[in-house]
């Protein structure tokens, strides 16, 4: 999520639109991506202990 967070900040630096709309898609990705990654440490984290 960060590389991809990270990758869009440095998109939206150029001035095209080209950029700008790869920009925002390396955005929802990488909210996505942080999205999925809460759910699964919510669902780890309210697990049994398995030993």
Known sequence: AAAYYFHGLILDETNTEKSHAMAVAALQAA??????SKKASE???MAPPQS
Do not use: D, I, P, Y
């Not at 909210?31 to 999925?36: G, Q």
């Open 31 to 36: 909210e996505e991506f942080l999205n999925e």
């Open 43 to 45: 669902q780890f984290s």
